[in-house]
């Protein structure tokens, strides 16, 4: 019986290398695409909101902010879906994300941690609303941390480079020049 329980929980845990991790990059990267395409279809307002833009990004031009914004949202929306470049965009779309609180989602206004917590809705009743923002930065976390799973593109790449270097290193012993870094 405890074979059979250890077995199931493997099981599981080889699924959620390949599923768990796709699961979080296919419902993180629509929704960032989607929050882009508005962007793109729509009209720019960060110069309404500029000032409220924690620095660096308070001191570049709007209309390159929403550009920004609208790519990095639109590219890195279908990167995450097919898992390509992962960490690069997790740490983009994360930066976006915490900019986007500050901006839009923080409340004006508050003194205590009781109203600060007002803000954690998903509708902004006037005491802002961070809610969702925060969710997406923690699942973005698990895609910076464990990469992009085993059904993407970085994966792909990463076991033909692998397997490219393992042949350049039997090639090596043969005293051919290796191009691959060696490891330790």
């Not at 796709?22 to 729509?42: A, M, P, Q």
């Not at 639109?74 to 986007?100: D, P, Q």
Request: glycine residues 8%.
């Amino acid at each position: 019986m405890n074979k059979f329980i250890l077995r199931s929980f493997d099981a599981i845990d080889l699924l959620g290398v390949w599923l768990g991790l796709l699961s979080l990059r296919v419902l993180l990267g629509w929704d960032y695409f989607e929050s882009g395409l508005e962007k793109f279809r729509g009209t720019n307002w960060f110069a309404d909101i500029q000032e409220r833009f924690p620095f660096p990004f308070n001191v570049v031009p709007p209309e390159i902010s929403w550009q920004m914004a609208t790519w990095f949202e639109l590219l890195g929306g279908v990167a995450l879906v097919i898992g390509l470049a992962t960490r690069f965009f997790t740490v983009s779309l994360l930066v976006l994300t915490v900019v986007a609180i500050a901006a839009v989602h923080w409340p004006d206004n508050w003194s205590s941690l009781a109203e600060l917590m007002q803000g954690y809705v998903f509708t902004d009743k006037g005491q802002g609303n961070f809610k969702l923002p925060v969710l997406f930065m923690g699942m973005l976390l698990p895609l910076l941390l464990l990469g992009p799973g085993k059904l993407s593109l970085d994966a792909w790449i990463r076991t033909a480079l692998r397997r490219r270097c393992a042949g350049q290193a039997s090639q090596h012993a043969a005293g051919e020049p290796m191009t691959c870094p060696k490891t330790p």
